[in-house]
């Protein structure tokens, strides 16, 4: 088993920046795939980035390619999302998720290629 605790959510002004943090416990070996997703209120979880248990291999929802940057410290058990430049429609509960597969083209965006999931926290952007 695998807990996720997220951390480094808050408000923001738009432009600003926020780092979050998702601390691993328990069987970390386990893990393979790491990513975060968000969800907004009345819309579904989407996909925003994802990284290869070694770090070499990541991928970003279009629409924040450029300003996060997902990265992630395996001696800490730890990933992170580097946000910049953010913007009111970042604005969401984001959720950190880790799972057993290997990532490839076909599954890094599915929420079903993980196994284990953070009780999530708030980033809101104000305009």
């Known amino acids: 088993q695998v807990q996720l605790v997220e951390s480094g959510g808050g408000l923001v002004q738009a432009g600003g920046s926020l780092r979050l943090s998702c601390a691993a416990s328990?069987?970390?070996?386990?893990?393979?795939?790491a990513g975060w997703f968000r969800q907004a209120p009345g819309k579904e979880r989407e996909f925003v980035a994802a990284?290869?248990?070694?770090?070499?291999?990541?991928y970003y929802q279009d629409s924040v390619k450029g300003r996060f940057t997902i990265s992630r410290d395996n001696a800490k058990n730890t990933v992170y999302l580097q946000m910049n430049s953010l913007k009111p429609e970042d604005t969401a509960v984001y959720y950190c998720?880790?799972?057993?597969?290997?990532?490839?083209?076909?599954?890094?965006?599915?929420?079903?290629?993980?196994?284990?999931w953070g009780q999530g926290t708030q980033v809101t952007v104000s305009s």
């Open positions: 990284i290869s248990r070694g770090g070499t291999i990541t």
């Open positions: 998720a880790a799972g057993t597969k290997f990532l490839s083209n076909s599954n890094y965006y599915q929420t079903r290629s993980y196994d284990y």
């Open positions: 328990g069987r970390t070996f386990s893990f393979n795939a």
